[in-house]
């Protein structure tokens, strides 16, 4: 008698194979990862649905072709989606109550309060779109250079992986966040009144590749020595090919959970920019401006100038910190 083995993925979805997979089911099995990741999605929302939490006002009102505030809450007109989706620069312009330098407390009006005559939460909410924006692009264009020469230099060897890793190590021998201000400094002297968005991101992504480079190269170093890859050479797979479809794919996942927890750092790095008066220019919704702003009003009677920002800092940082640790944890085989 013969008895035939049962496939137990069979009829299965790919997304109930994902969901039942060892790593995903450690990972909802982990409270503070989960936690990082509400906290996370609650932040995305608030960025998401600023415009609805904090009312547009001033030049953002003119650009989004609208008279009345109350108008961006009416999903039928165009003011709604484009200040949810695509919303005028003028729109990030931190609300200014009044030109008072002196803190007013919170109001209805200004539910966290003033400082230097801006409000505070309007600022903090439209600062979380700041920081998930620039959080996401620096380290999704860091995390791909990253990548691709972290590969390049563990597959070829040789004299190209020695040229690289020299490189890296003169990256390595300066502080990051010096090496980021050095560069910005040089990209917004030809044009320093313009928009930092620019040179901000291009100088992150200068002095972020190389950590994600190092760790790719270290498993990549790994990878290609695997029979699938020295069976797809046999077949006459070009290089690019191999690096592309079988060396990267199965050399990521470590870098993956790097990548998540500099999301957390990223925004901390903009806002000490913002503080030496590097980042983006005064008024804008950004949390290191807020900061900065409350330096002067650091008493006891003035606390709630910088409580809040640095609630939004920390909680944001904390929140991605959690799950990237979970995320490691659930990636890594030696801890299942």
């Known amino acids: 008698m013969t008895t035939l083995s049962t496939n137990p993925t069979a009829g299965r979805s790919r997304w109930q194979l994902f969901w039942t997979g060892p790593a995903v089911r450690k990972l909802r099995r982990n ?40 108008q961006v809450y009416n999903p039928a007109g165009g003011a709604f989606w484009r200040s949810i989706f695509v919303p005028p620069r003028t729109c990030y312009k931190t609300e200014r109550l009044s030109f008072a330098q002196e803190p007013t407390v919170p109001s209805a009006e200004a539910p966290f309060g003033t400082v230097n005559g801006y409000n505070i939460f309007y600022g903090l909410i439209w600062g979380t779109r700041t920081a998930l924006k620039m959080s996401f692009i620096i380290v999704a264009i860091t995390l791909a250079m990253g990548v691709v020469i972290g590969a390049i230099s563990g597959y070829y060897g040789g004299w190209i992986d020695n040229l690289i890793q020299r490189f890296i190590d003169v990256l390595f021998a300066l502080p990051s966040l010096i090496l980021t201000v050095v560069v910005l400094t040089i990209l917004r002297a030809g044009n320093p009144g313009g928009d930092p968005t620019l040179p901000i991101i291009v100088s992150f992504c200068i002095a972020g590749w190389a950590g994600y480079a190092r760790v790719v190269r270290g498993d990549v170093l790994r990878t290609r020595q695997l029979e699938y890859v020295d069976a797809a050479r046999s077949m006459g797979a070009r290089d690019m090919r191999l690096i592309l479809q079988h060396v990267i794919p199965n050399s990521v996942a470590s870098v993956l959970t790097l990548a998540v927890l500099d999301l957390a750092t990223v925004p901390l790095s903009v806002a000490a920019l913002s503080f030496l008066g590097l980042g983006f220019e005064s008024g804008y919704a950004e949390w290191g401006q807020l900061v900065e702003f409350s330096r002067a009003w650091l008493k006891p009677e003035y606390k709630y100038v910088l409580l809040y920002p640095a609630a939004f800092i920390i909680t944001f940082s ?15 085989p030696k801890s299942r």
């Open 318 to 332: 904390l929140a991605f910190n959690l799950f990237g640790d979970g995320l490691r944890d659930a990636l890594d």
């Open 31 to 70: 409270p503070l990862a989960i936690t990082g990741l509400v906290i996370t999605l609650l932040f995305s929302l608030v960025a998401l649905f600023a415009p609805l939490i904090a009312k547009p006002s001033g030049d953002c009102l003119r650009d989004l072709n609208i008279t009345n505030a109350n």
